[in-house]
């Protein structure tokens, strides 16, 4: 299966996507957010400059009815630097910070929970300092996010 096939096999998702002006090969330069993170020491799994690369600078606007949803429709942005601020890098680290392993931000979701992506690509949403678990991935936070079918979890930090 190739790395979109989830989203490709869901009809919706894939909709709301496209009208973003997101395709399957988009490949953007994500050099401005990582060249402030590494500046400030926040570090970037290799999953977050995947989903910045791809996803980077677009809005999804889900639509707000959706058969089965559980929960409202929020507009979900894909710009790390809205949503981080110089001094911050502690927080996103391993060591000492609220997520027990390296975190990036990537955006948003309805302009009040930063996403966030940790090691080994699972993508979180926060909000002060209260994190949740989105996906296990990007395709699986997308489809959560999008078709809203699916409650948030609650993230417990690794001892």
């Given at each position: 299966m190739n790395k979109w096939g989830r989203i490709l096999d869901d009809p919706l998702v894939t909709s709301?996507?496209?009208?973003?002006g997101w395709t399957p090969e988009r490949s953007i330069n994500a050099s401005k957010w990582l060249n402030l993170f590494r500046k400030e020491g926040v570090p970037v799994p290799a999953e977050a400059v995947s989903v910045m690369e791809n996803l980077g600078g677009l809005r999804l606007r889900p639509p707000k009815t959706v058969d089965g949803s559980l929960f409202s429709a929020s507009d979900i942005t894909f710009d790390p630097h809205g949503y981080y601020f110089s001094g911050d890098a502690p927080y996103f680290r391993a060591e000492g910070g609220s997520f027990g392993v390296n975190a990036c931000p990537i955006g948003?979701?309805?302009?009040?929970e930063t996403l966030v992506v940790i090691e080994g690509g699972r993508i979180l949403a926060d909000v002060q300092a209260t994190a949740r678990i989105v996906g296990e991935d990007i395709e699986d936070a997308l489809i959560r996010m999008i078709r809203r079918d699916r409650l948030l979890m609650p993230y417990d930090p690794p001892a």
């Open positions: 709301v996507l496209k009208a973003a948003d979701w309805g302009g009040d």
